[in-house]
């Protein structure tokens, strides 16, 4: 018979700062999340009552919807992808260059 092979950060055996990063990461992950919800789907629900309103010539719930949403899906993978290098490199997880 072969020997079991030995996973090397099995739950048991994780740091404390492992499972501080790992928290950190859930909780940003969570967050932004919720704001991707938001403007999905909450700017979506009131879009009719915005288009009573012009921005550009344009209803102000499709502008928004069209443009703003767009914008704000490059924000999170922006504020994403910083957040998460520098908890990389805060608990010394970052790759290596």
Known sequence: MTEPVEIPL???????????????????????????????????????DLNAHTFLGFPLGFYLLAQGSLIAYVAIIGIYVLAMNWLDRHYGVGERR
């Open 10 to 48: 099995a739950p048991s055996r994780l740091t404390r700062r492992h499972r501080a990063y790992w928290r950190w990461t859930q909780v940003l992950t969570a967050v932004l999340l919720t704001l991707w919800f938001a403007v999905t789907f909450v700017s979506g629900f009131y879009a009719s």
